[in-house]
């Protein structure tokens, strides 16, 4: 089973910060990354970040590299995504999902859980 968590809720201003994490217990599929997409109102779903499963290399969108930071607790087997000066344009619906490409993760074959988590950044 694999939950999509997000406490506090999400809407903040711009500049604002949130974190959201995924719990991804007994997924027995091979991906090779897990972390997150979102799709905005009238736009296509894109890769937003992942962590890599045995090396922890990570990945971000062009538009969110140095704003957001992956990072994973095996133990609990959670990836978490530090979402820092939110811009209005990071307003989307965010899904946990897994990557199955070890090439440009993010681009490629993936798989996404739930209803997802309403981000809204909007003063």
């Known amino acids: 089973q694999v939950q999509l968590v997000e406490p506090g809720g999400g809407l903040v201003q711009p500049g604002g910060s949130l974190r959201l994490s995924c719990a991804a217990s007994?997924?027995?599929?091979?991906?090779?990354?897990m972390g997150w997409l979102r799709q905005a109102p009238g736009k296509e779903r894109e890769g937003v970040s992942c962590i890599s499963r045995d090396d922890g290399d990570t990945y971000y969108a062009d538009s969110v590299r140095g704003r957001f930071t992956i990072s994973r607790d095996n133990a609990k087997n959670t990836v978490y995504l530090q979402m820092n000066n939110l811009k209005r344009e990071d307003t989307a619906v965010y899904y946990c999902?897994?990557?199955?490409?070890?090439?440009?993760?993010?681009?490629?074959?993936?798989?996404?859980w739930g209803q997802g988590i309403q981000v809204t950044v909007s003063s």
């Open positions: 999902a897994a990557y199955y490409s070890d090439h440009a993760p993010l681009r490629g074959d993936q798989d996404y």
């Open positions: 007994e997924f027995t599929l091979p991906y090779y990354c």
